[in-house]
């Protein structure tokens, strides 16, 4: 009897899953129906950002109004806003934290909607001291510096390797640059995309954010940015919007002074974060017109003590998303 039970008790837990596999699939063919009915009302920018006190900044401004009908569409675990901002049609989403997830969500945009292109905004570590907190910066270019070759003291570099980090030279004492963690050795992305042959890819160190959006970005320089917290708590000196910079993403936050001046003298990138080069290169990969604004939360480890980023991330994030709808705002989107 306890065999039969158990061979009755899996038939049960089978069937509850593919009843729930079922639900699933419906939602999502329901999902994907509202899809079709938004896009024929025409091309959407797309507004990506990362995490929640990113999202509570955009959220809070009250400029999106949602679609009277369609005000959001849940796929794959994820919420795309659907509505208008200053009368223009966009779809926005929270892709989550990391590489992977930004390049999942971008792709996922760029398949499902009709999209104009991706504005992507959140916040930074800065990299460049002529930058500071609360600074927005607005790149041309974006570079993956997570692909890595950790190999021995004397291993054996890939021909397109595009730089060395030698641990032995961070030794202390610094009499002996042997170390056993070795070297890495970063290679550019395999980078795939429409205007290039099927299944070839190409190395790319740099990608480059639409040059047309970032041209007429520069012409909100001049736009009014918050540089306090508080009545009592004001940065330095005012927040700035600066453009063309290098900047850079990895998987990894970084929050450590020598690995920054690393990237800057190797790269010389002026910030650090977890997701931009995917939104960029799965942009570049569909033929997809992006830009970025990412507003500077900390120091990325070269500050004396805490990292500044839960103080001054808030502010950060509301100066990328002031900086995002001014953009939104001014730019001349005939088709939306």
């Not at 990506?48 to 959220?59: L, M, S």
């Not at 009908?69 to 849940?74: A, E, G, S």
């Not at 570099?157 to 056993?180: C, F, I, K, S």
Request: with cysteine; charged share 20%.
């Amino acid at each position: 009897m306890e065999g039969k039970s158990a061979v009755f008790a899996c038939a049960i837990v089978q069937v509850l899953l593919w009843a729930h596999e079922g639900a699933a699939l419906v939602a999502n063919k329901e999902a994907l129906k509202r899809v079709h009915q938004i896009n024929k009302e025409g091309p959407r920018i797309a507004l990506v950002t990362v995490y929640p006190p990113e999202e509570a900044a955009f959220i809070e401004t009250k400029v999106l109004i949602p679609h009277p009908k369609h005000p959001w569409v849940d796929l794959s675990g994820r919420r795309f806003r659907i509505g208008t901002i200053y009368g223009k049609r966009v779809v926005y989403v929270r892709c989550g934290v990391g590489m992977w997830n930004a390049g999942v969500t971008t792709q996922m945009l760029a398949d499902l909607f009709n999209i104009a292109g991706v504005v992507h905004f959140g916040i930074a570590g800065n990299a460049n001291n002529s930058l500071s907190i609360g600074d927005v910066t607005v790149p041309k270019y974006v570079a993956h510096l997570g692909i890595w070759e950790w190999l021995k003291v004397n291993g054996q570099t890939e021909a397109n390797n595009v730089g060395n980090l030698m641990v032995g030279d961070y030794n202390v004492p610094q009499n002996n640059r042997t170390n056993l963690l070795g070297k890495i050795s970063y290679v550019p992305e395999e980078f795939y995309s429409e205007t290039g042959k099927p299944n070839v890819p190409e190395d790319l160190l740099f990608a480059e954010t639409s040059s047309d959006w970032l041209k007429f970005a520069s012409t909100i320089e001049g736009l009014k940015l918050e540089s306090c917290l508080n009545k009592t708590v004001c940065l330095p000196r005012p927040a700035n919007m600066v453009f063309g910079q290098r900047a850079s993403t990895a998987n990894i936050f970084v929050d450590n002074s020598a690995y920054r001046d690393f990237l800057v003298r190797h790269f010389h990138v002026s910030s650090v974060d977890e997701e931009s080069a995917a939104v960029v290169m799965t942009c570049l990969s569909n033929k997809v017109k992006v830009i970025v604004f990412r507003g500077l939360s900390d120091l990325a480890g070269s500050q004396q003590g805490e990292n500044a980023i839960h103080k001054f991330g808030p502010l950060a994030a509301s100066n990328a998303v002031i900086a995002t709808l001014e953009f939104i705002k001014e730019f001349p989107f005939s088709e939306l």
